[in-house]
């Protein structure tokens, strides 16, 4: 059974940053993405940001610029650097692991609130 496990979610003011990690239990032998997704209340999922296993990056366009992807190989964990955040930034976040050919996993969701 595959796990990811979240952590970094919380409150911030507007204009501050927060990182998200995620860390799976998934092998990583087959050619996979790692992204972010999140969901605020009365909206449909979206991605956020997602890297592949030979490190190409895709951003949604509200997020360019302000947060980052990247991501620890050999500790198989993702992280999702928000800067500059703003209160549409505000949903719960959900780790995302999926093989290219293959299943796809979710993470059980960090809340992410930015005030104003």
């Known amino acids: 059974q595959v796990r990811l496990v979240e952590s970094g979610g919380g409150l911030v003011q507007a204009g501050g940053s927060l990182r998200l990690s995620c860390s799976t239990s998934?092998?990583?032998?087959?050619?996979?993405?790692m992204g972010w997704y999140r969901q605020a209340p009365g909206e449909q999922r979206e991605l956020v940001a997602s890297i592949r296993s030979d490190g190409t990056t895709n951003y949604a366009d509200s997020v360019k610029g302000r947060f980052t992807i990247s991501k620890d190989n050999a500790k198989k964990t993702v992280f999702l650097q928000m800067n500059s955040l703003k209160p549409e930034d505000t949903a719960v976040y959900y780790c995302n692991f999926a093989y290219v050919l293959g299943a796809m996993y979710w993470g059980q969701g960090t809340q992410v609130t930015v005030s104003s």
């Open positions: 998934a092998s990583d032998r087959w050619s996979n993405v």
